[in-house]
């Protein structure tokens, strides 16, 4: 039988307990992500002319465009408030991601 690593004065039981800790704390999180995942965030481009949903996992499930959004004479004006209600509901995943997320790495560093 080969040597036993040097676990820095920690039993097996104290190791064994450690990866039951960790494997528990990665279920909890993969649940938490999931649900994240099924969760809409809402972006509001200025003056809520478009208003962007997203899902937890940034898939856009609705995209409301209000008529005066839509401008002859500026093509570009479209595509600028839909890009910026998009970035407004990735921003509230990305918060809503962090904060979950943070609660279990808290510590670890």
């Keep these: ?53 997203l899902t937890g996992d940034k898939k856009v499930k609705d995209l409301k465009i209000a008529p005066e959004a839509i401008d002859p004479e500026d093509p570009d004006m479209l595509q600028d408030l839909i890009i910026d209600a998009i970035n407004k509901a990735i921003s509230e995943v990305d918060v809503a991601t962090e904060k979950t997320m943070g609660k279990y790495t808290k510590g670890l560093m």
């Design 1 to 53: 039988m080969g040597r036993m690593p040097n676990l820095g004065g920690m039993g097996m039981g104290n190791m064994q307990n450690l990866i039951k800790q960790a494997k528990k704390m990665q279920q909890q999180m993969e649940a938490e992500r999931e649900s994240l995942n099924q969760t809409e965030f809402i972006g509001k481009s200025a003056d809520d002319m478009v208003i962007a949903t």
